[in-house]
């Protein structure tokens, strides 16, 4: 799996012939509900999808709470929050499915998305991995969710990594700081003149392992949205944030 690039399409798992994947840039305007009029997020994705050749009748969308909820999708929930905000599913940060052509969709700027790939039980998810979501335990909650749900052996998934914010341009405060080195190791913290930084990347991988994700499976670590203009980040542009929109199907 290689890295995204500014100038071409991003696939998750270009090795999977039967999962499809990838990111909107910067340029293709705010996918996030959030800090934009409807009207613009709509016409944003509708023209994305169609640069991407996705059919916004069969994407999935969910409320964002930087939480670790894990919703299995179903053919019933074709159509959720893709072009209605009061749609979307109700307080949940990851999607998971078996059904083919779903495509589950998350907006993000410097959090993680991150993609999940099951081959012998042809089951994808997709989650949004935030500090409190990392905290809580999301990325281990899906594994966790497609062995329940699916049979998945977390020694045989796939996961990638989409753009996220890289250690050096995520500063926190020594609580933060705190936090993440108790739950997941100190290495997790960079400390710098005095000042912390947080490993998203790490933690996130740190959390697979410790659900039994296959070392031999770690995921590249993906550019940095904070330093790459390409990608919007809310560190580097503040607010209103032009979230990009990640995206993950089966076919």
Known sequence: ?????????????????????????????????????????????????????IDPRLAVGREQVHGATVYRVTPADKGRGILE?????????????????????????????????????????????????????????????????????????????????????????????GEFAARFGPQMVLTENGKFYLDLVASIVADLLEAGLNPSAIPLRPLCTATNPQFASYRRDGAPVRSMLSWLSMT
């Open 1 to 53: 799996m290689q890295p995204p690039e500014a100038d071409r399409p991003w696939q998750p798992f270009p090795d999977l012939d039967h999962v499809v994947g990838g990111i909107s840039l910067k340029r293709d305007g705010a996918m996030s509900w959030n800090g934009e009029t409807r009207e613009e997020i709509v016409q944003n994705r509708q023209r994305y999808f169609e640069l991407a050749g």
């Open 85 to 177: 905000r009061d749609s979307r599913i109700p307080g949940t940060d990851a999607l998971m499915t078996d059904e083919r052509g779903i495509i589950l969709t998350t907006p993000h700027a410097d959090c993680a998305p991150v993609f999940f790939a099951d081959p012998e039980h042809h089951a994808i998810a997709l989650a949004h991995a935030g500090r409190c979501g990392i905290l809580a335990g999301i990325a281990a909650k899906v594994l966790r969710s497609m062995a329940d749900a699916f049979g998945t052996d977390p020694q045989t998934v796939h996961v990638a990594i989409g753009p996220t914010i890289c250690t050096h341009a995520y500063e926190v405060d020594s609580g933060v700081a």
